[in-house]
């Protein structure tokens, strides 16, 4: 009975679900060998991974990092991300920004704006400016079980600007 309830909860109520990393855009972070789970949440944050829904692609996906949640500001100048109006640290990343986005997109209302950390290799909201709706959100990348050697939680990195917003 234990194990049904168990089962239910993170299988029905939490929608568990597994995916392989397909691409090497999450680089250093997440690489295309890695095999990770997710979780649906309520609400999703700046700095959580997570694993959207191809909208052209039925069948397919893609894990990419939320830099911009509703309301939200985003450029990107000088090799690096800024979120409404200031500069973000982000440790995660492999290298400065190669790309500049000029005019700040702003982020519409029940829209996340998301970005992989292999930014200079990954094709993502950068690429037209592009907000994707939170119910292409799959679920957060929650943990990761291969290969055994990185067996262990994915963690999200509380991603603010440089005033804490």
Known sequence: L???VFGLYFFVYREARFFRIPSSSMEPTLFPVDMIV????PIYHRGDIVVLRE???PGEYFVKRIVGVGGDRIFV???ALNINGEYASEPYIAEPIAYVITKPVEVPDGKVFVLGDNRNNSSDSHDEGESFPTDMIMGRVRFLYYPYDRFGPVASYPLTNRLGQ
């Open 77 to 79: 100048a000088n090799g």
């Open 38 to 41: 997710t979780m649906s949440e």
């Open 55 to 57: 909208s052209d692609v």
């Open 2 to 4: 234990l194990l049904v």
